[in-house]
């Protein structure tokens, strides 16, 4: 299992002796020696350029829009999926986080960022040329669109669930694209995680580590740095050269 999860675990069960303890119905808590095993370490995979070109070769209609605006704003499905025609702003081309969903269940005013006391410009995302426009031919195509409707709804209009999206529409684009025989890099299995933490990567060269974090809409600016954004050898390499050009003058 992974190493966030067998930590949680120690700090369950540590904390459920504890109670016991406290409760008396034990002496003495079985958990306060728990330690740590030495963990594998855990792997961040992250889509190359190369690979979204593929995915997006086989991705149509709202789908391949809901793909793009993840990998360019870096929403959490939680988000994306709780947000209706009212939340586009195309005329300052921004989406306005205002709820969010959580296993079908709609969290009114409530994002996985942001409370009473957090910074109202998390909830603010900024949305490129191309991407509002895509936006807004997606809600041009049915008729009878309302402001309260789901952008990325399903044919019956209800809001997605995470795993269902991931297993029904993302996963037959994936294996389209791993079938053609002229690419010889397999496109691992998706998820919003690996789809945020692509946006950091491929974002880390193009702005500043706040920039990122705001895109990722983190109140602490190392968050994205720490957990998202990861090394990618091409650019090391340039980063060696370029050093190495300098150095030997």
Not at 75 to 89: G, H, Q, T, V
Not at 159 to 178: D, F, S, T
Not at 193 to 208: D, E, K, V
């Amino acid at each position: 299992y992974s190493g966030s999860l067998i930590r949680h675990l120690r700090i369950f069960l540590r904390s459920v002796f504890s109670e016991a303890v406290e409760q008396d119905f034990i002496a003495k808590s079985p958990a306060r020696l728990l330690r740590v095993p030495n963990l594998k370490p855990v792997l961040k995979p992250y889509l190359t350029i190369e690979q979204i070109k593929r995915l997006m070769e086989h991705a149509e209609g709202a789908d391949a829009t809901l793909l793009r605006l993840a990998l360019v704003t870096g929403l959490r499905p939680s988000e994306i999926f709780a947000l209706s025609w009212k939340c586009l702003d195309p005329k300052n081309k921004l989406l306005h986080i205002r709820d969010s969903i959580y296993r079908g269940d709609f969290r009114e005013g409530f994002t996985k960022t942001t409370d009473e006391n957090s910074d109202k410009n998390l909830t603010v995302v900024f949305l490129p040329d191309s991407l509002c426009t895509e936006l807004q031919e997606l809600r041009k195509r049915p008729q009878d669109v309302e402001d309260e409707d789901y952008i990325f709804a399903t044919k019956w209009g209800h809001c997605w669930y995470k795993e269902n999206w991931l297993r029904r529409q993302l996963e037959p684009i994936r294996a389209k694209a791993n079938a053609d025989p002229a690419y010889k890099d397999p496109i691992p299995r998706v998820n919003f995680q690996i789809l945020r933490r692509t946006c950091a990567t491929l974002a880390q060269h193009l702005g500043s580590p706040r920039d990122i974090a705001t895109i990722l809409r983190h109140t602490n600016v190392n968050t994205a740095a720490l957990n998202y954004v990861q090394s990618e050898q091409v650019t090391v390499r340039r980063t060696q050269q370029k050093l190495a050009d300098l150095l030997y003058i």
